[in-house]
Nanobody, 123 residues
């Protein structure tokens, strides 16, 4: 089992920045594909970004490219999502997730999920 705990959400004005953290614990997870998703009220869960644990290959959704960056710190067992130039439409609950299937963007293919952290961007 892998346990994931997110933190770093909050309220920020449009144009501002936040950094989300996801601390992983449990089984060996160096081979897992680590992702961030978000879900706004009344909408489906949406892929945001993902990477291999060793900061190798990364993917980001078109809606966040150039604004959000995923990265990891192996020594701290932590994955980050740096979010810059935030927009009101970025408002959502953000989830950290881990998959045994590399390179997937499908939420159904992620095996482990954190509890989520709320990000609210005011206009």
């Amino acid at each position: 089992q892998v346990q994931l705990v997110e933190s770093g959400g909050g309220l920020v004005q449009a144009g501002g920045s936040l950094r989300l953290s996801c601390v992983a614990s449990g089984r060996t997870f160096s081979s897992l594909w680590m992702g961030w998703f978000r879900q706004a009220p009344g909408k489906e869960r949406e892929f945001v970004a993902a990477q291999t644990w060793n900061n190798g290959r990364t993917y980001a959704a078109d809606s966040v490219k150039g604004r959000f960056t995923i990265s990891g710190d192996n020594a701290k067992n932590t994955v980050y999502l740096q979010m810059n130039s935030l927009k009101p439409e970025d408002t959502a609950v953000y989830y950290c997730a881990a998959s045994r299937r590399l390179y997937t963007r499908r939420s159904s293919e992620y095996d482990y999920w954190g509890q989520g952290t709320q990000v609210t961007v005011s206009s």
